[in-house]
């Protein structure tokens, strides 16, 4: 769930690509993820140093904030799901989500200022996000600032230790621009994280003595959070050096792995589905896979494989994708109703795209799904429909004599022709 993820830390950054479709981002952003001052919480249950700081909900709660950190050098943040806040832009014409406050009152100001508006930022996307709380926290003197990231790396199946001694920008920069920057680790997914690794990058991103050590134990308590919390990123962006030498974290980006949250009472307590789709949200009730897109024809795919391709393929033929979705290889007829409900919930879907492989998941099962869905949504988009697999001629049979106007396709090529034909 996490859709603030740095593309580079997903794609650019290892050695070796990750496998997938241009739509592999997306598919792997649903993962949870967490506020900023979530993530330092969990920074400080685990050791790993971070400024102090309140969460606020109001400009109120904000001044007390400010003043019990001792109101002199105190940063309010907005907090959204979203990278770039201090550059963005409130739709109340207010400048920027980071600001530094040398007093409790201005602390009350600018949160004034920010919650209950909308920020937009290059990540947001025009409709931007809804500030609903603020990070009151410490500022400190910063003399350099660095970039490090843990992630896992599905083509060598480990964890990876990302770092750069440029940090504070964004990380795509400069891979873009000085790749060289860019140093990664693997990590031996039995062996862990060893002493002459940790030493080495930190002397690659230039830190040495007392700050090697620091950054040393910094690292350690790092990889064990993102370990015992199952986390699929954890991204400190910077990771500073203080005037009086200390190696801090100022700023966490993480995901969370889906599976393994049943473990995590207390993570997924931190949910905050004000941040999310709400289609995404609905979908998730009824254990869909399903991630918003920008285009205008809704596919409905069984295998998050097929998926992928499906939306390439409408992609190559002059159409574009309005979401991912995955009903599941063992999918039930209600899963099917309700997935063809999200998809016609959406203002700018034109058209819909059907495309299931029949092997445990029935053929005739997804049919009578979308029978019973197109009737109870009364359906007026066109529907282009491709089925093939286990029970398909029962499949087929139900459709054609269900009375709803459908496209029947022979094949995927066939099917993503007469879908972008239908949206235009």
């Known amino acids: ?22 739509y592999f981002t997306a598919f792997l952003s649903n993962h949870m993820n967490i506020h900023e001052y979530q993530a330092k919480e969990l920074f400080v249950k685990f050791g790993v140093p971070t400024p102090a700081g309140q969460v606020a909900s109001t400009a109120a709660e904000a001044k007390a904030a400010a003043l019990a950190l001792g109101e002199a050098g105190i940063v309010v943040k907005a907090q959204v799901h979203a990278g770039g806040r201090g550059k963005g832009t409130f739709k109340n014409g207010f400048k920027g989500g980071v600001h530094l406050a040398d007093s409790a009152a201005k602390a009350e100001e600018l949160a004034g200022n920010m919650l209950g508006q909308v920020l937009v930022t290059h990540q947001t996307g025009p409709e931007g996000k809804q500030v609903n709380k603020v990070l009151i926290a410490k500022s400190v003197d910063i003399k350099k600032e660095y970039y490090l990231a843990i992630l896992m790396d599905r083509a060598t199946r480990r964890p990876v230790i990302v770092a750069s001694a440029e940090g504070g920008v964004n990380i795509e920069e400069v891979a873009e621009h000085n790749p060289g920057a860019i140093i990664t680790t693997g990590i031996h997914p039995t062996l862990g994280l ?21 950054f040393e134990k910094v690292l350690a308590s790092l990889y064990r959070l993102f370990l015992e919390s199952d986390c699929s990123m954890v ?34 307590a931190m949910r905050d589905i004000t941040e999310e789709d ?76 059907v495309n299931i492989f029949g092997g445990i998941m029935k053929c005739d099962v997804i049919a009578q799904g979308i029978i019973n869905a197109a009737k109870e949504t009364g359906l007026s988009l066109p529907l282009v429909v491709r089925l093939e697999g286990t029970n398909v001629e029962q499949g087929r049979a139900l459709l054609n004599s269900s009375g709803l106007k459908l496209t029947a396709a022979t094949d995927l090529t066939d099917a993503a022709l007469k879908v972008v034909a239908a949206a235009k």
């Not at 990771?239 to 997924?268: C, M, P, W």
């Open 235 to 268: 991204e400190i962006n910077p990771l500073v050096e203080t005037t009086d030498g200390q190696i801090l974290a100022l700023d966490a980006k993480f995901n969370f792995d889906d599976n393994a949250l049943y473990r995590h009472s207390d993570i997924v």
């Open 1 to 22: 769930m996490m859709l603030h993820t740095s593309k580079f830390a997903l794609h650019t950054c290892l050695d070796t690509p990750l496998p997938g479709s241009k």
């Open 194 to 214: 060893q002493s002459f690794q940790t030493r080495k990058i930190a002397r690659q991103i230039g830190l040495g003595g007392d700050k090697l050590r620091a």
């Open 278 to 353: 709400p289609r995404e949200v609905e979908a998730s009730k009824f254990n869909l896979n399903y991630i918003g897109l920008d285009g205008n024809i809704a596919c409905m795919v069984n295998g998050a494989g097929l998926a992928m391709a499906t939306m390439d393929i409408i992609k190559l033929h002059g159409g574009e994708p309005a979401n991912f979705l995955d009903v599941g290889g063992g999918a039930n007829e209600e899963q099917v109703k309700q997935a063809f409900r999200i998809l016609c919930s959406d203002p700018n879907v034109k058209a819909i795209l």
